[in-house]
């Protein structure tokens, strides 16, 4: 089991900046893959972002590209989500999910295991 706890949400102002964090305990491997989703009211959950825990890759939505980075911090096992530029269509819960994918690509939700219990983005205009 893999326990995740996000922090770092928040009301900001459209045009500004927020770094949401993710740290991970229990059993944790390198060979997992840690990522954001988020799910704005009466919507799907989306796919933001994600990286391999193992080389680091990185994998991004189009509608985040630019303007997110996620990053991690391997001594805490920890990722970071720094989000710039943002608008309200960024607005929603932001959840943070681990897992092992097991074949399926960074950005499928099926391919985590593990969710936090999710951290609250607002933008206003």
């Known amino acids: 089991q893999v326990q995740l706890v996000e922090s770092g949400g928040g009301l900001v102002q459209a045009g500004g900046s927020l770094r949401l964090s993710c740290v991970a305990s229990g059993r944790f491997y390198s060979t997992y893959a840690m990522g954001w989703f988020r799910q704005a009211p009466g919507k799907e959950r989306e796919f933001v972002a994600a990286i391999r825990w193992s080389g680091g890759s990185t994998y991004y939505s189009d509608s985040v590209k630019g303007r997110f980075t996620i990053s991690r911090d391997n001594a805490k096992v920890m990722v970071h989500l720094q989000m710039n530029s943002l608008q309200a269509a960024d607005a929603a819960v932001y959840y943070c999910?681990?897992?092992?994918?097991?074949?399926?690509?960074?950005?499928?939700?099926?391919?985590?295991?593990?969710w936090g219990q999710g951290t609250q983005v607002t933008v206003s205009s």
């Open positions: 999910a681990a897992g092992p994918l097991s074949g399926r690509p960074l950005g499928a939700a099926d391919g985590y295991y593990y």
